[in-house]
T-cell receptor, first 114, second 114 residues
Framework: GAVVSQHPSRVICKSGTSVKIECRSL??????MFWYRQFPKQSLMLMATSNEGSKATYEQGVEKDKFLINHASLTLSTLTVTSAHPEDSSFYICSARGGEETQYFGPGTRLLVL | GQNIDQPTEMTATEGAIVQINCTYQTSGFNGLFWYQQHAGEAPTFLSYNVLDGLEEKGRFSSFLSRSKGYSYLLLKELQMKDSASYLCAVRSTMNNNAGNMLTFGGGTRLMVKP
């Protein structure tokens, strides 16, 4: 099956710093990638939809200036959490749409902001 | 808007059968997915329904009724490793020309007991 990787898998940073998370589709081209956030014991919440070569579409309540998304190629999308604060600590998961029937999820990135 | 409901928690016995229900209200319906998510991990794909009826895949089956906005995931011969969260997700056509998007329900935490 299709494989999606995320890097880093875990990051701890100080409040006020910026963190970049990479999402790569390893064996297929993903014209669309999705970024989700999941707080403990809660479901996935879509943050934004990322299309290669165009601006990301953000869900209501997600600050686009705080969560910068770049989809520079058909295999790479990045999410940068700028000026991270403790309330941004969460599990960030990307997914890539490889075909019509499903999305393939990355393994997730656990962010802890101190 | 979209609304997806599923029970928060369920408990079942090893070897038994359990049915997890999902009801949804959405516009532009374009398929329903079930995902399994173990604690601390990203979701993994279980099933996909776009037409009414039952789809069987080994111990797991999924049913869809589009007219009722209803789906269920049926797990047979439960094993301890089936203890996980089960996420119902509805795909709908987006208005921003980005194709389709998934909206997740809150997830059902299934506990399988010996």
């Amino acid at each position: 099956g299709a494989v999606v990787s995320q890097h880093p898998s875990r990051v701890i940073c100080k409040s006020g710093t910026s963190v970049k998370i990479e999402c790569r589709s390893l064996d297929f081209q993903a014209t669309t990638m999705f970024w989700y956030r999941q707080f403990p014991k809660q479901s996935l919440m879509l943050m934004a939809t990322s299309n290669e070569g165009s601006k990301a579409t953000y869900e209501q309540g997600v600050e686009k200036d705080k969560f910068l998304i770049n989809h520079a190629s058909l295999t790479l999308s990045t999410l940068t959490v700028t000026s991270a604060h403790p309330e941004d600590s969460s599990f960030y998961i990307c997914s890539a749409r490889g075909g019509e029937e499903t999305q393939y999820f990355g393994p997730g990135t656990r962010l802890l902001v101190l | 808007g979209q609304n997806i409901d599923q029970p928060t928690e369920m408990t079942a016995t090893e070897g038994a059968i359990v049915q997890i229900n999902c009801t949804y209200q959405t516009s532009g319906f374009n398929g329903l997915f079930w995902y399994q998510q173990h604690a601390g991990e990203a979701p993994t794909f279980l099933s996909y329904n776009v037409l009414d009826g039952l789809e069987e895949k080994g111990r797991f089956s999924s049913f869809l009724s589009r007219s009722k906005g209803y789906s269920y995931l049926l797990l047979k011969e439960l094993q301890m490793k089936d203890s996980a969260s089960y996420l119902c997700a509805v795909r709908s056509t987006m208005n921003n020309n980005a194709g389709n998007m998934l909206t997740f329900g809150g997830g059902t935490r299934l506990m399988v007991k010996p």
